[in-house]
């Protein structure tokens, strides 16, 4: 059948869904599935994860977390190491959109960070759409993934999101972006960049930060103090590299991992920061210790 037409029998066929307890993730067969219905899944949760077992025919997921979002949801997903047997689609307003593609090797490809992300406003439908690639054998295919859902009213985007499939550019902050950033990141800490290495299997660069303050984070992404306090990932194409001095890092967490957003050196933020909090135009305080 094609595929607007398993679409279209999925907006009638409704088959049970099997959800974990706490309805944030999902896992099942494609043995289970009965000729071209298409199973309508609904998950409720800010993060959690699918597992479509020997994908057939097709699954419906819509993301629908409690309680409903005042306003503007950023959704990532990232597939497993693994994934196979699957296309991934975004539907809204009746059009698919293709966001993870099985390979000819059976991998995925999704972009150089390996996931995608997509928004939509409170008022719009929207779903993921599985759809089962063509295989005499499915007995080795598992599609998986992780999601997460989280506010999008940010004015902007970190740095990593370039490689996730949604606006992001590789360049420095303006001093607003810098104060809001300060102000809105997952995590804030004043440290120094130990090394950099380079994953070019995920075309990311790998970040290893001491850190000297912790201002702010949200996760425990990172130890209080140390050689070594954590990394941070950044798409490789933004070129950074070792540099002297303390920097004042800024960003995100996904799927466990910092995500680079704004990094001024430290003095340079601790100039800026002093001549916004003077002018009372300062979006928020920040103790700079």
Not at 61 to 89: E, H, K, M
Not at 263 to 274: M, N, S, V
Request: proline letters at 7%; glycine letters at 12%; aromatic letters at 8%.
């Amino acid at each position: 059948m094609p595929l607007l037409g398993v679409l279209c029998a999925g907006l009638v066929a409704w088959a049970l869904a099997r959800y974990s307890d706490d309805q944030c993730s999902w896992t099942g067969s494609g043995l289970s599935q009965k000729g071209d219905l298409v199973e309508q899944l609904t998950l409720h949760c800010a993060e959690g994860s699918v597992e479509w077992l020997y994908p057939a025919g097709a699954l419906r997921l819509t993301l629908s977390p409690r309680p409903p979002p005042p306003r503007r949801l950023l959704a990532c997903i990232r597939p497993a190491d693994t994934f196979r047997g699957a296309q991934v689609y975004l539907e809204r307003a009746g059009v698919l959109e293709l966001l993870l593609e099985e390979s000819a090797a059976g991998g995925s490809r999704a972009g150089p960070a390996g996931g995608r992300c997509f928004a939509w406003e409170p008022w719009e439908k929207v779903a993921l759409f599985l759809l089962a690639a063509p295989h005499r054998d499915i007995s080795r295919r598992v599609a998986a993934f992780r999601y997460e859902l989280r506010d999008d009213g940010h004015p902007r985007r970190p740095l990593f999101s370039g490689g996730l499939g949604v606006e992001g550019t590789c360049r420095p902050c303006n001093d607003t972006e810098v104060l809001t950033a300060a102000c809105t990141s997952d995590f804030v800490l004043r440290g120094t960049i130990r090394d950099v290495r380079h994953d070019l299997e995920l075309q990311e660069a790998v970040i290893s930060v001491g850190a000297a303050l912790i201002h702010r984070q949200k996760l425990p992404l990172f130890q209080p103090a140390g050689w070594r306090a954590g990394t941070i990932r950044t798409p490789l194409r933004c070129g950074v590299r070792p540099g002297p001095g303390t920097f004042l890092f800024t960003g995100w967490g996904h799927f466990g991992q910092a995500w680079l957003g704004c990094a001024p050196r430290y003095r340079d933020f601790r100039r800026l920061y002093e001549e916004a909090r003077a002018a009372r135009r300062n979006p928020c305080e920040l103790g700079l210790g």
